[in-house]
């Protein structure tokens, strides 16, 4: 049996901060088992906050200076998690922060150097890991569906409520995944309206009524018309989410009613990709919920309402915050082996392909 220790570093498109998840990923006779041994959310602080959701509109120097910082940042909070548990990693996997993420056009940038990430630690990085399937014409997401085929294949349906919600599934003999729906991104906002950094259980929601006309037109918006691989970013929200949400903010509508029209809108694009792929055996299916939204009571309680399959949310706090952590953690395990770590059939690519830069000295782990 083969046993890797490895730092898993994630920063979501909610931007609450780093999650720092330090796994342990053993391999025996080609089955795959895990345990999150730590895990820690190192928040952002007000500056990098801004830093991060204005980067986008900066100049190109200020981009690439931002890159390289950050990367520096993220080796420091590595180092600092390190010591501070006196963990022996093998090396890190990092996915970096995503500033702009458009397959249309055939690209996407996740910022964090993962050289830099390197020298600070003294450990080997793997990192940008979705240049490669954008060059093969691919979405470049999502990449945690093969995490979710050989760690959580006892599930039939593994849901992630994160900035986005994002759902894999197994389809005969290929495993098919896509974004559903903006879930946590939209909801903090609205929440940070009301003076709370998120919706603390769903509380906002419960309190509030559904605006019906909005959510007839989020429903009808082009990107929930088809069930294929696809993938949205902040771009798709602030052309075609935010002005729809904004026009009724504009007359007036309380922020409680918006909050829980987007609980509902969320919950039933949700639900109508389930049941799309479920079948008429919908009862008998299990779906597993993680990301900062399983705590969403409201949105758990509603989607549950809207879908007869078995949700299921797991009672280990680790599992179910830092569940990507973990599988980027995974990722950067199978690049390191050589072995596929990014599926076609999920993200629209060519081929399939083993992504991830290199940063760093392998030799150890690779004999």
Known sequence: MRTYKILGLMSGTSMDGVDLAYCSLQEEEGRWSYEILLGETIPYDEKWRVR?????????????????????????????FI??????????????????????????AQIGDGSAISAVTG??????????DLALFGQGAPLVPIGDELLFGEYDFCLNLGGFANISMKEEERRLAFDIAPCNLVLNRIARNLGHPYDDGGQIAASGSVHYELLKELDALPFYQEFKP??????????????????????????????????????????????HYAGEDIATKKVLITGGGAYNETLIDHLRSQCDAHMVVPENPLLVEYKEALIFAFLGVLRVRQETNTLASVTGAKSDSIGGAMWGDFSRILN
């Open 230 to 275: 696809k993938s949205i970013g902040r771009e798709w929200l602030n052309t075609h989410f935010w002005p729809l949400v904004r026009k009724y903010d504009l007359e007036k509508v309380a922020q409680e009613n918006l909050m829980k029209t987007l609980v509902d809108h969320i919950s039933g694009q949700i639900a109508d990709a389930i049941e």
């Open 123 to 132: 450990l080997p990085v793997v990192s940008d890991f979705r240049l490669l």
């Open 52 to 80: 991060l959701s204005q980067l986008g509109k900066q100049t190109a120097l200020i981009y690439v200076k931002t890159h390289t910082f950050y990367g520096h940042y993220l080796g420091q909070l590595c180092a600092g």
């Open 83 to 108: 010591a501070k548990h006196q963990l022996e990693p093998d090396f890190i996997a990092s996915h970096g922060h995503t500033i702009f993420h458009q397959p249309e056009a055939g690209f996407t």
